[in-house]
């Protein structure tokens, strides 16, 4: 872990460098799609629920000729690590950890973290070159919402005590109203293709549990007014759409 996350930094502070070699002097108004990946760690709540986990996903963004930004964002969640794991389903499991499933054997399943946040999003671009007004800091703040659940696997579909809506009493799925906050450096370069972004995010979700009551307790969840946090590493490609068109002049590819 220490070792993708020296190399995703040494990726930005490289960003950072190479985005000063431009010669593009003009700010021009810019549309945008983008893929990224974002490595996340939790934090508040979420912290005994999982532990590190992937963001995949892209958007849309517009850079303005005033440097403003404003964009929308989709993230899908993924990890395996699940916290308390040996609680999870123990109305169900025998004294050894195992399910039985309908051929009076163990039963082969998985368990996962599932989830994904979506955000309304908006921020500046503050150059620091002259010769390349498009790139620079970028600071970010976003709306949205998250949700998060534990996904149960049945791999090979023969223990119904874990399937359709039994999952559902153990999943342990919450979502809810959530803001975020970023800072990275965003380079814009004088090729569609070759456009980067590098930076650190902050996700805080105001979430709530989704189910009544969890089958293995018996109870709702004992947290009912949550406060999920993600914070991640986060990189992204990105493509920008069409001609660029500044406040005094027009540049077309």
Known sequence: MKKITGFLLAMFFSLVTFGQKTETDSIFSIPMIYFNYTLQFPGGDLVDRFGISNGVGGGFQWKTHKNLIFGIEYNYIFGGDIKNEDQLMSNIKTHNGQIIDNGGTFANY????????????????????????????????SIGYLQHRIRIENIDNIAPQIEGDYEYGYDRLAGGFSIGESIGYLYIGN??????????????????????????????DPVQNRMDMLNGIKVAWIFTIGKREAANREYYY
């Open 110 to 141: 998985t368990t996962s973290e599932r989830g994904f946040f979506t955000s309304l999003k908006f921020g500046k671009v503050i150059p620091v070159s002259k010769k390349n007004r498009n790139s620079g800091i970028v600071i970010m703040g």
């Open 191 to 220: 090729s569609k293709l070759l456009n980067f972004y590098a930076g650190f995010e902050f996700v805080q979700g105001f979430t709530k549990p989704k189910r009544k009551v969890n089958f293995d307790t018996r109870e709702p």
